[in-house]
């Protein structure tokens, strides 16, 4: 079995990062010589065969240090709440505290400088030959769901400093700055808010509020928790954290697939030119309730089978959408007081939903509220809540990160295929799994997805 990794543009940053890739793409083409002359020097690789290689020998392979990045991956998993080979890693958790530890003394190793934002977020910056230059940006996350592997955003932050590593040894010297980020918060287990660090980063001020009011399952507030971990320090205004504009040119992020298409296809390397643009619904009904034999059928209105049927009026819209794009999840249901003689009083279900078409994405939503509308009435309860908890919007990779991605891979001789990118800024694993122990890639595979994230960020800094 040969599991692979992808390089993906993350959609972490959708707004900004769009915007200025855009400056970057005018940027790279008026460079297009120096940009072949750095990618010869350096990927080893002539990129025509009549211009002469003059690099040293040093620079004409790329090496990645398979066997460190492999310890470092399994070093990390030890980091967890739950035995291995399971990995539980909760935000501001002591576990997560010591694997921040662990990468930022990894960074520390690599010659990076390293600060941390007001939430954590971690950067670690190697200043380019014109450090007034936007920074190339690349990372990931590492907390980790309960119960999940220890691929899933760790490769992005370990590779990412193997790339860094990479780069270095080859004897590269960039220009624009180079930075290894690595994420808050990018799974929503504790506070039920996923990628927080980079939503802040992209200047989110509603969350910024929200934050303020935040509490976990034990109602432990978010600032709390944070400050126990040693960020929040001063106070709850989190400007701080938001991203100057103009600080970044392009991000990048490597990521294991979290489906099973390049396993399938035999091929190395997924380059994502979109991510779909998930949303999530929280929905409420209530009805009398009763005593599950006291109550004739004729006399009921049953909150669950309210979520019952609701679920799979879900499940009929994103059907209709007629696209294999276009999915859509129940994966929380929760029936109130939960008792089996019980009439369910009330039902709690939440909805996630994604595609690569916003607008489609929208009508499958707006048909899920006429549905929740209409089983409300017909079974007599109450729709208490119909929340659009947040709704992304989808985000395109850039064509000129495309193309450096592409280039890359051709230079590398890896084989590559263009995709999308439906586990929002996440794209490879195996076989098809992430999210549980059994995800797994390969350290060839990953060391491939280093090599080609190298040569991508020495094309665009
Ligand atoms: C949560 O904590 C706040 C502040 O400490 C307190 O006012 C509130 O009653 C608590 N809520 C629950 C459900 O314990
Ligand atoms: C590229 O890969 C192909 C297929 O694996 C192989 O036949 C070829 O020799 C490789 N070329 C180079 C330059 O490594």
Not at 111 to 125: C, K, P, Q
Not at 132 to 155: Q, R
Not at 377 to 404: G, Q, T, W, Y
């Amino acid at each position: 079995m040969t599991p692979f990794t992808s390089l993906s543009m993350a959609s972490k940053i959708p707004i900004i990062v769009s915007l200025l890739l855009l400056f970057f793409a005018t940027t790279i083409r008026s460079y297009e010589d120096p940009t072949k002359k750095t990618m010869e020097e350096f990927s080893g690789y002539p990129t025509t065969e009549t211009q002469s290689c003059n690099s040293d020998p040093q620079s004409s392979s790329l090496s990645v240090d398979s066997e460190s990045l492999q310890r470092q991956i399994d070093e990390l998993s030890t980091f967890s709440d739950t035995p291995a080979p399971s990995v539980t890693r909760i935000l501001y958790s002591e576990k997560d505290v010591l694997a921040r530890r662990f990468i930022k003394n990894l960074m520390g190793r690599s010659g990076l400088s390293v600060h941390e934002d007001a939430v954590g977020n971690i950067f670690g910056r190697w200043e380019g030959s014109e450090p007034e230059l936007p920074a190339v940006a690349t990372g990931s996350h590492i907390d980790a769901i309960p119960y999940s592997g220890k691929y899933d955003g760790v490769v992005g932050v370990l590779g990412a400093i193997e790339a860094i590593n990479v780069l270095r040894r080859s004897g590269f010297e960039p220009k624009r700055s180079l930075e290894v980020i690595l994420f808050t918060s990018e799974e929503p287990t504790r506070f039920g808010i996923s990628c927080l660090g980079s939503r802040l980063l992209a200047r989110s001020q509603a969350l910024s509020e929200a934050l303020k009011k935040t509490v976990d399952g034990q109602n432990i507030s978010f600032f709390n928790a944070a400050r126990l971990a040693g960020y929040a320090k001063d106070q709850e205004d989190l400007s701080s954290v938001f991203m100057k504009e103009g600080h970044y040119s392009a991000f990048l992020e490597l990521h294991i697939e979290q489906g099973p298409i390049l396993e399938e296809e035999g091929i190395s390397i997924g380059i994502v030119t979109a991510i779909a643009a998930p949303a999530s619904i929280k929905v409420d009904f209530e009805g009398n309730g009763g005593h599950a034999g006291a109550v004739l059928m004729p006399y009921r209105n049953d909150a669950g089978l309210a979520a019952a049927e609701l679920a799979l009026a879900v499940e009929k819209h994103v059907l209709d959408s007629g696209s294999v794009d276009t999915v859509g999840t129940v994966g929380i249901m929760e029936l109130h007081p939960g008792a089996i003689n019980s009439i369910p009083s009330k039902s709690h279900v939440e909805i996630d939903t994604r595609d690569i078409d916003e607008s489609r994405r929208d009508a499958v939503i707006e048909k899920v509220h006429l549905s929740a509308i209409a089983i409300a009435e017909k079974r007599k309860v109450e729709l208490s809540e119909f929340r659009i908890v947040n709704k992304d919007p989808p985000a395109l990779s850039d064509k000129s990160v495309i193309e450096a991605m592409q280039f890359a891979s051709q230079q590398l001789n890896l084989s590559h295929k263009f995709m999308i990118s439906r586990a929002y800024h996440d794209s490879c694993s195996w076989p098809g799994y992430s999210h549980k122990p059994e995800e797994y890639a390969s350290i060839e595979d990953i060391a491939n997805g280093v090599k080609v994230l190298a040569v991508t960020m020495g094309i665009n800094s």
